[in-house]
C-alpha cells in the first residue's frame, strides 16, 4: 500500500446493529495523533451537534487527544507505559529520520523507511495489546453495544490478522483529498473524497498579529510553516531561510520555536504558534512557504493563496508535486536549497501572476461542490450506521483469494480448455502419422 493510502484519513468499520432509522448512534473512535486528529475532532464535534454520542478510545500519553479539554466528547483513557514526552521524542525521531536521512540515496531510503515503519508498527500493536488485554476496559466497551468504529488508523483486533484483512472489512472510506488536488482516476462506490473538510472562514487575527499585518503595507506578508511535527531545524537550515526571508519586501510571519537566527530580519517575526487558516484567509497574504501537508495544502487552496513547497516526509512529496504540476506551487529541496533558491522562488509566485489565477481556479473548484466537505463525511458516516453497514457499496474483490482476484483460475481453465485438446490433437496427428509411416515402410519392404 503507498504512502498516500496510508494516510488516508478514516477508516469505517460496523461493530453491532442496533442503530435505527433516524435516531442517533454511538460511535467509537480510535484515533492518531497530529493532523489526524485535528481533521478527525472536526468531523466527531459535528456528530455531538448532531445528537450522537461519541467516545474517543485513548491512552494516557497521547499528544494531541486532550481528554480533560471542556467537550462533548467523551473519553476512554487507558494507561500505557510511556509518557506524554516519550511519544513526542518518538514522533520527533521518526521525522528526523525520514527528512534528514533516508533522502540521501535511493538504495539506502527503502530498507531505512521499511525500518522506520517496522518500529511504527510495533508502536501501535504494542498500543492494540494493552486495549485488548485489558478486561475490564473489553467488556466496558462491548456492553456498549456501539453502532460504528470510527478511526484515522487500524483499530484494535482481538484475533492476529493480516493488515489486508483488516481494512478489507472496511464499510466507508473518506479519503481527506478532492478532485482540486487529485488527478482523475477510478474508485470504488465506497471511496469519498473529503479533502479540506477543517476549512473555514477567517476569523480577525489577535491585534499584536494584526498590526504586524497592516505595517506591510501594499506589499503584503508571507506566512511560513512548517507544520506541528517540525517545530526545530539545525542552525544552519535556520540561517539560510532567515536570509533568505530578510531580503523580502513583504513582513513574514514565521511559525519556529527554534534559536533565532542570526540572519533573521527586521521583516520577519516568528511565533510559536500562527493561527495559520486565518492568516491565509486575510487579504495581505501574498504567499504560503509550507512542507505540504494536507491541512496547510487545502487551508491554502480554500482561501487561493500560491505556494512555494518545501515537502519533508510522508505524502507532502506528492501533495506538492500535486500543486506544482497545477501551477499553483514552486517546489524546493528541504536539504539542498539555498537562500537564493527561496529569495526566487517566493519572488515567482508572488509576482508571476499565473500561480495566483491557477490557485485561484483550485479554489474555485474547492467551493464548487454539492456538499461541503464536512456535510460529506458525516452524511456517509451516518449513513453506515443507518443501513448497518454499506456492504451494498463493498466491492467483492476483498472476498476474493489472492489467484480469483487476479483470475488466475479462470486462466487456468481455459489454458487447460486450450491445452488439453490441443495435447489430444497432436498425439492423435502423431499416431496416424506413425501408423501412415509404418504402411509406407511396410510397403517398401515388401
Known amino acids: 500500500m503507498s504512502l498516500k493510502h496510508v494516510s488516508v484519513l478514516l477508516l469505517l468499520l460496523q461493530l453491532s446493529s442496533c442503530f435505527r432509522y433516524g435516531s442517533c448512534g454511538k460511535v467509537l473512535v480510535w484515533p492518531t495523533e497530529y493532523s489526524h486528529w485535528m481533521n478527525l475532532n472536526v468531523i466527531l464535534e459535528e456528530l455531538v451537534r448532531r445528537g450522537h454520542e461519541v467516545i474517543v478510545l485513548n491512552h494516557n500519553a497521547s499528544i494531541f487527544v486532550d481528554s480533560g479539554k471542556t467537550t462533548a466528547i467523551k473519553f476512554e483513557t487507558f494507561p500505557i507505559d510511556a509518557t506524554k514526552e516519550d511519544m513526542e521524542v518518538f514522533f520527533m525521531q521518526f521525522v528526523n529520520i525520514w527528512t534528514n536521512v533516508l533522502q540521501d540515496s535511493y538504495w539506502e531510503y527503502l530498507p531505512g523507511l521499511q525500518n522506520l515503519f517496522s518500529e511504527y508498527s510495533n508502536s501501535c500493536e504494542d498500543l492494540c495489546k494493552k486495549v485488548v488485554l485489558n478486561k475490564k476496559l473489553m467488556t466496558k466497551l462491548q456492553e456498549s453495544k456501539f453502532d460504528i468504529l470510527l478511526s484515522d488508523a487500524v483499530g484494535p483486533c482481538g484475533r492476529p490478522v493480516t493488515f489486508y484483512e483488516l481494512v478489507a472489512k472496511a464499510d466507508m472510506w473518506l479519503i481527506r483529498s478532492y478532485w482540486d488536488l487529485e488527478f482523475p482516476r477510478p474508485t470504488l462506490p465506497n471511496v469519498h473524497f473529503v479533502g479540506g473538510l477543517h ?39 535556520a540561517n539560510v531561510i532567515a536570509s533568505a526571508l530578510a531580503q523580502l519586501p513583504q513582513k513574514v510571519l514565521w511559525r519556529f520555536d527554534g534559536k533565532k537566527p542570526e540572519t533573521l530580519g527586521p521583516n520577519t517575526q516568528m511565533y510559536n504558534w500562527i493561527p495559520q487558516n486565518d492568516l491565509l ?32 516526509f510522508g505524502e507532502q512529496h506528492d501533495n506538492i508535486a500535486y500543486m506544482t504540476a497545477k501551477g499553483a506551487a514552486v517546489r524546493l529541496n528541504w536539504k539542498t536549497m539555498s537562500s537564493e533558491d527561496l529569495l526566487n522562488a517566493l519572488r515567482t509566485v508572488i509576482h508571476d501572476p499565473s500561480y495566483k489565477e491557477n490557485v485561484m481556479m483550485l479554489s474555485r473548484i474547492h467551493h464548487d461542490q454539492p456538499m461541503k466537505p464536512l456535510d460529506t463525511a458525516v452524511f456517509w458516516i451516518e449513513h453506515v450506521m443507518r443501513h448497518k453497514g454499506a456492504k451494498h457499496l463493498r466491492v467483492a474483490a476483498h472476498d476474493l483469494t489472492w489467484y480469483q482476484y487476479h483470475s488466475l483460475d479462470v486462466i487456468g481453465f481455459l489454458l487447460a480448455c486450450v491445452t488439453i485438446p490441443t495435447y489430444l490433437v497432436i498425439k492423435i496427428c502423431l499416431f496416424v502419422y506413425q501408423k501412415l509411416v509404418k504402411t509406407e515402410k511396410k510397403k517398401k519392404s515388401d
Open 199 to 237: 476549512c473555514k472562514p477567517a476569523k480577525p487575527l489577535p491585534k499584536d498579529m494584526e498590526d504586524f499585518v497592516q505595517s506591510s503595507g501594499e506589499e503584503g506578508v508571507v506566512v511560513f510553516s512548517l507544520g506541528s511535527m517540525v517545530s526545530n531545524m539545525t542552525e544552519e537550515r
Open 281 to 312: 484567509g486575510h487579504p495581505k497574504t501574498r504567499a504560503f512557504v509550507t512542507h505540504g501537508g494536507a491541512n496547510g495544502i487545502y487551508e491554502a487552496i480554500h482561501h487561493g493563496i500560491p505556494m512555494v513547497g518545501i515537502p519533508l
